[in-house]
């Protein structure tokens, strides 16, 4: 009889077990734990000044955002496809289209690998790694948009009261939009929804399943269980209608104002501080990349920023591929000249103009008081170890020569924070530094545009 009873109780266990493997029987994530390591790599380079390094939503970018980052911890996520919980295939979505109207950009210019891992590693801060990917919601082909659904949608918007916080006419304003919080107790500004461009996507699809599910961690319910099917492909279509024709964006005159304008758009003071001297470190201070950088250069810098690679080794964050506009960049790079209050700039010497034995005097002088933080090149090599100020092979395109000279002669008069010590040369000896560097710099650019 205990033999049997031994027997019953531990088939009795083994049925639990396999009950419990029935139930989670789902297909696994297309992501595994061989992803995260790599991915907590690409997450602390691309993500944590915003999200945080243990993904808490607490970056160092945060306090200076408007839309605050995701609390990753909390497992919750906005934009999914599915009721049991967020997709990897969602978590892909955001990272390549980014989310229009906040400092998220898109991370399309990361390889399809690094994304996947990226998103595997959010998933492990969540906790959710190991958990069946969760099937997607259902959904039908969208009906044909017609007058009479854009007119039964707009009955639906009224009757969930929809306008109480979107406003009748679907501009944000409506009565309850103020004074709106996420569930962490952040403000949240309630959408336009005439301006289009939504930021879980824009198909028909995708506002569907917004409605359907709703977005976890804000006020906006999910009407999945008391709007049919038809009803909110119809609401799909009232809110679709809604959409304004944007005008061409005119910027002020004002190029600081102008300026200030684009940088809200991108949440540029979430990384830099701006011109009125508030912001994060994550990146420059502006004020003083103003100063020094030529226009040129930021152009094409602002256009393709990781083209120009890594300028400071030891800030561990880089500048995202923001899809910047032609005119954006524009405005940017008079907002930078504006904001340098820059005097007439002493052209970059041509190499025929730097003198011989200034050349060979500024090497010495380099490799005695340089070559323990800055590399150049080819020309003299430092370890990447020992590396604390920018490779200088390049700086004859990026910085401008007049001030350079002011900046080797006396960097903490410019910049009390820096990490360059005052080297304490002569007039003569600065000059002669900066011919060797600029001899240097403009010898390599010339190979470059021969190739």
């Known amino acids: 009889m205990k033999v049997n009873a031994l027997t019953i109780g531990l088939a009795a266990i ?4 396999g009950a419990g493997e029935v139930r989670g029987a789902g297909p696994p994530r297309p992501v595994t734990e061989a992803d995260v390591g790599p991915g907590k790599q690409v997450y602390l380079r691309e993500c944590s000044a915003c999200h945080g390094e243990r993904g808490g939503g607490d970056g160092v970018a945060a306090a200076h955002l408007e839309v605050r980052p995701r609390n990753f911890l909390r ?3 906005k934009f999914k496809t599915s009721p049991d919980g967020v997709r990897t295939d969602d978590l892909l979505a955001v990272l390549e289209r980014g989310i229009p109207g906040s400092a998220m950009p898109s991370f399309k210019f990361l390889s399809p690998k690094e994304r996947q891992q990226v998103a595997a590693y959010v998933l492990y801060l969540g906790d959710l790694l190991e958990e069946e990917e969760p099937a997607p919601a259902p959904t039908s082909t969208p009906p044909p948009t017609t007058p009479e659904t854009i007119a039964r949608g707009k009955v639906v918007y009224e ?3 929809c306008g109480s916080c979107h406003g009748p006419g679907g501009k944000g304003d409506g009565k309850s939009a103020k004074g709106m919080k996420d569930s962490d107790g952040f403000p949240i500004k309630v959408r336009d929804l005439t301006l289009g461009g939504f930021r879980g996507g824009s198909r028909p699809v995708d506002l569907y399943l917004r409605f359907t599910l709703g977005l976890d961690g804000t006020p906006m319910p999910a009407y999945g269980d008391n709007v049919s099917e038809p009803d909110r492909w119809a609401l799909v279509d009232f809110i679709r209608s809604l959409e304004v024709p944007q005008k061409p964006v005119v910027y002020p005159k004002d190029p600081i104002k102008a300026g200030r304008q684009v940088a809200a758009v991108y949440g540029c003071r979430g990384c830099h501080v701006l011109d009125d001297g508030k912001g994060g470190d994550v990146g420059p201070d502006l004020r003083l990349s103003a100063q020094k950088l030529q226009p040129e250069w930021i152009r094409g810098f602002l256009a393709a920023p990781r083209a120009a690679g890594k300028i400071y080794p030891w800030r561990p964050h880089r500048m995202p591929e923001l899809g910047l506009h032609a005119p954006e960049v524009e405005v940017l790079t008079a907002y930078l000249g504006k904001m340098g209050k820059r005097k007439a700039a002493q052209p970059t010497p041509a190499l025929a103009q730097l003198v011989t034995d200034d050349v060979n005097a500024g090497k010495v002088l380099y490799m005695v008081r340089c070559t323990e933080c800055h590399n150049l090149g080819k020309v003299v090599e430092t370890p990447p170890i020992k590396q604390q100020g920018p ?7 990026r910085i401008d020569y007049t ?14 924070n820096t990490k360059m010590t005052v080297p304490g040369l002569s007039p003569k000896e600065v000059d002669q530094v900066r011919a060797f560097v600029w001899w240097s710099s403009l010898t390599e650019l010339g190979k470059t545009a021969a190739r």
């Open 391 to 397: 490779d200088l092979i390049r700086v004859a395109e």
């Open 14 to 17: 083994a049925s639990l077990l």
């Open 403 to 416: 001030w350079a000279q002011r900046w080797i002669t006396d960097p903490k008069k410019i910049d009390p």
């Open 75 to 77: 497992a919750s996520f």
């Open 159 to 161: 009757e969930q009261l």
